[in-house]
């Protein structure tokens, strides 16, 4: 039955998108209890599957049939293990409370029905991706979550001026239908250079079946080593995947545009789905890597978990910095998430680093993973709400809005505190293990990085929270609250019970957020270890966990304080700082360009395309198709003149001149021998006759 | 089984366009749908034929034509030419029908003092008389089983494309069906040069006897030669500067044929080179995969850059055409059978994106996309038509395009070279331009705010379902192949995979 109850659970969804269309022939509002039904049944499946952590001696699971048996095997099928499980539930969950939420923020939207049906093929799609027990089936999954994005990012793709993001003027905005486009074509790089990835892996182990790869490595693992730089190339390609998908520098950029979609879009692709399909997918390959460094000695496998742990390390560094100057609230949340992903890349990247660390850092990525989903969606969500209310995307245009929003306040300060990693809130309790991981893996510099990185989140979170809530009123605010039917106020009452009950579900997850840390232990302990026979070694902590602790909450106060100062209590004047330091300023416009990254980005690769597609087009083909079709055909017909030339000047004037000179002159002279004398006519014949006895006689 | 299957395949379009010829005034306005209904009938001949296929019976036909000297032709129906077949004759049914309303569209523009009078009666029989000779040379060239039969059909293509792109076709249209029947005569003439080759030495036109010519010095010479012609019929670059004329130019109601037109060049090298001259194809192998990669890449760049509503697929084929070419040119099972299941998924896409395209030209009657923008809300299912035509090109799942590129990629890597790995992830980068052009495409025309003037056109909406369903039906084909795969894979596995593995 439990195996039954995966199936159903990736299922439910794609039902819920065919029948959409056939419900709203009914009426829109049995569509929307209909699709919001259908994601509560995948929800309900992957809670039924959540007791089956507690034996985990009993997992995996596995059920499959065959999808192509010739001239590669693929089989489809689902894979019931500790992660699936978990990350089902994270997703299935939160989407759910997210469809509940939309039932509110979408009222009376033209394209509801299209809405519903991407959302629940986006759901359905991450649940394939999740639960699928083979690489290709996984990347059917990863692609189809791509293509929803797409659609729920450019969902109003007619681009009203009212969905633009970017801004505020003077600086340039983004169009919706731009950013769903510029969203699948950078997550498309890394899908190609995944699926080559899984290709040459297949090439050398004969199955794309996750447990046959982790079962049968011992046979394939030294067989690809023996290629030197083999290895490298495929942890490059596989990484490349998750990289894209999960917004991890250098494939960053696609994540902040993502936002042009409605609210509970940015919540669904940001805080339970899509960004996590990277990191789920990573501590998928980690087994094979880890088999590959630590029992088989190659040495090539490290380069794997270095590569992740970077990674992860720079890019919570980087978009933790851009998040303190921007103004946009669903763009801070954006870049709050890069950076929070870069946490759980980075836990999982420091999992291989040493043989203690393999439990630790992978139950470490999977906890952020989890508490991440939940005070994140919870987040967008609100900020959905404050969004609408405050009828403005920047943080500028609101302040004071604790008294039009309370419960909006109270839900997103639980979220807010979460993130900035306040016990005992599930944040902290990620973040720590998160942090005891990358000390204890020796690496100082990305210890550090992500120390930093903490600091950073710490100041943007309270920044946004106190520009939104506290202070005074903005100008903007004022003349909302003028308007005779303005929003300021809390939504529809789904939309509030959502946010409420995720943030319930923070205090609840925070406060048994050690219990939960330590059953991860125990879970990915028995199935690295014990099921996939992983050698490691007893954990033997380096540094004491208090340590760790002070160091995590000394990080927040560093970044809280002056945030307070600025933004909650205004003792002190952020706009003075910034006049009167040159530095600031010039820090400032460096993060608020995003590192020149995205303007690198446009310049090469999208003007730098387009550009070399029109030398193509315009130099190129057309001097080609000059060349080959027209003077080519002009060279014929050049020829042909010639021949024409030849015929009359050379073959018919040689004809004509000779009939001209034959009648003119040899004509004329012969004419004379025909004289009509008889004599002459003898006498000529006779001396022929001698000429040719002469030429006989002489021969 | 139904006797003479394979011939009543190839010949019942015949029949059905000379009674559409003879009989063109009584029927008036009703001869598409007795095009329509004899390709009916062919598609469900076809599915026997395929079903018998399927388990396993190969299906072999002969009839003599002279007793002395004893001439006679047999028609083939294996897992290779039956799928082919399939696919080609359902988007000829397809296209059949989406030219019902097309072509009235077409007469009214190209002959309007013949409007309302038999001359315009004269012009709709006479597309679907040339129409059906499309069916005829696409089933011909499946089924053939010697050389000289598949040279008859395949000129039988390029004569009446050549009519009907002189009739039918767009601007300076006489001058570009000129040039598509020379370059069509110069593949021919390549094509013709190569089998005289064969048959001088192997004293046979039977596709079954070339492999007695394997080894010979002179079996380099006779790939080389039909190589030429095949790649000028793919358009591969250098050779592909046909293409954009005559896809641009062309009625778009046999766009998806013209695709088919190119790309059965694919199979044929396959059928013909490929399978019976396998050691001596080897040394052409690496130099087919670096012209298919640079093909793939200029492809796509040139279908970035256009403006032209017609263009884009047109430009769009060279790339696409182009895949097939780099599994075949890989020489593993795998790469063959998915390059073939690749050029299956192409026709099928490439129908559906270039018909999506003809759609938007037919209700707006604008080319430039310069002028185009927000159609999506006027024209919803037309935008979910072409975006689902991009993405079957782009190799998206469910597409059968995705499954196809798995196996023909797999097939690549399964090479195990350094060259293989090369070109592979090349290949897979470049895929990323199609699917850049598809989201870029759909995006400029469909999406963003409506301008003015199409704002103001009441004419503006989805067109007739007589044209929309048919290509609805191509799309949950592909899909329907993309989630079952097995089902074309099966039937290729006995013709090639068993093949090469005898090798």
Redesign the interface.
Known sequence: MDIQLAWLCLIFPFIGVLVTPFLARISTTVMNFGAVFFSFLAAACAVMLFPLVFSAENLPLESQL???????T?SFGVLVDPLSIIVANVVAVISFFIMVYCLGYMKGDPGIMRFWMLMNAFIGSMLLLVLANNL?II??GW??VG?CS?GLI?FY????KKYWIGGPEPYSFD?P??C??KA??VT??GD??M??GI??M??YAGTFNVLELYQTAPEWIPAMAATPGMII?VSI?LIAGPVGKSAQFPMHEWLPEAMSGPGPVSALIHAATMVKSGVFLIARFIPIFYYGYWTAGVEEAMYFFLIVAWIGAITAFLAASQGLVALELKKILAYSTVSQIGYMMLALGVAGFSQDLLVKGYAAGTFHLMSHAMFKACLFLCAGTVIHAAHSIYINDMGALRKFLPYTWLFMGLATLSLIGVPPLPGFWSKEAVLLATLESQHMMLFLIVLVSVIFTAFYSTRYFGMMFHGRQSRHIKQELKKPHHHVHEGYLPQTIACGVLAAGIVIFGLMGMRVEYALYGLFETQLVQDLAHSTVLSVPSFDKTLIMVLSISSVLIGVIPAYMFYIARKWDADLVYERSRLVQVVHAFLWNRWYINAFYNWFFARG??G???F???KI?IA??TV??KLTPSGVFGLSSISVWFDKKGIDGFLDGLAYHVQNSAGGTLARIQNGRIQEYLALAVIIALIVCGFFWLS | MMPSILLQIIFVPALAALVILLFRFQLGMKAGWVAVAGLAYTTLLLLLAFFNVYKGAPIEETYQILKSPDISITLVADGLSIAVAFICNILCLALGTYSIKYIYHRIEVLYPETIGNKGEISWYACFYYLFLFFPVGFMGVSFASDLVLMYFFLEVLTLFLFFLMAYFGYYERVWVAI?CTVWGIFSALFFLAGVALIYSQTGSFQIEQIHTMSGDPLAFWAILLVLVGMIAKLAIV?LH??M??VHAEHPTCIAGLLAVYANIAAYIIVRMLVLPLWDDFQVFGPYIMVLAVITMV?GS??T???RDMKRIPACSTISQSAYSMLGIGALT??SI??GLFFFLSHIMGKTVFFSACGLVVYMTHIRNVKYLG?L??KMPITALVFLSGG?MLAG???FSS??AE??M???I??R?DTFG?VI??IG??A???S??YA??FT?II?????PEKLANDDHIKDPPWVMLAPLIAIILLSAFLGLY??LV??LF?PVI?SAIANM
């Open positions: 065959v999808w192509l048996h010739t001239p590669i693929v290709i990347f059917i692609k189809l293509l797409y450019g793709y007619r681009d009203e169009k239908s731009a769903g486009v699948f074509i498309s790089v190609m250079l699926l080559g290709l040459i297949y090439f190339l390609l395309v387009m070399i597609a029109r193509v087009a315009e083909e080609v198709d080959i079709n | 040039i250098p500067v046909w954009p004329w200029y760049l040139l970035l850059a256009q099972a795998a059978e998915g927000g999506g809300a993405m998206i799942p469910p995705f499954a798995v196996v990629f797999a097939g890597f399964e195990g790995l592979g992830i897979l980068m895929i990323l331009l699917i850049s989201v870029h995006r469909f999406f963003g705010p409506l795969p097995t894979m099966e596995e995979s």
